[in-house]
């Protein structure tokens, strides 16, 4: 089973709250970061986003010979759909 940890924060008038260092620490959460907020039954789960380029190896699937502006307005949609939770679930 797994260790269940809790800790309350306060949330700020802009909803803000401070993750705690020692789940930043655990799940690898560094300035700059992306997260993500996964509601489910009723409980919220905080997921780190990866966005290496390795982890988005895979997700253009080219059909033709493309240019490269072309190839760059792929790149940045699958970056965004990556990135809100799109993609790769």
């Known amino acids: 089973m797994a260790t ?5 924060q306060t ?8 993750i705690p ?4 620490r655990r ?4 300035p700059g970061n992306a997260v993500r907020f996964v509601e ?3 409980l919220v789960l905080l997921e780190k986003v990866e966005t290496s380029l ?3 190896c895979g997700i253009i699937k080219a059909r ?14 699958a970056v965004a759909d990556k990135v809100s939770g799109r993609v790769g679930r």
Request: hydrophobic share 35%; aromatic share 2%.
């Open 54 to 56: 390795k982890s988005l």
């Open 64 to 77: 033709a010979p493309l240019d490269i502006e072309t190839i760059d307005e792929f790149i940045a949609q």
């Open 11 to 18: 949330a700020s008038s802009k909803g803000q709250v401070t």
């Open 21 to 24: 260092i020692s789940i930043r």
């Open 27 to 30: 799940l690898g959460i560094e």
């Open 4 to 8: 269940q940890r809790s800790t309350v």
């Open 40 to 42: 489910r039954d009723g």
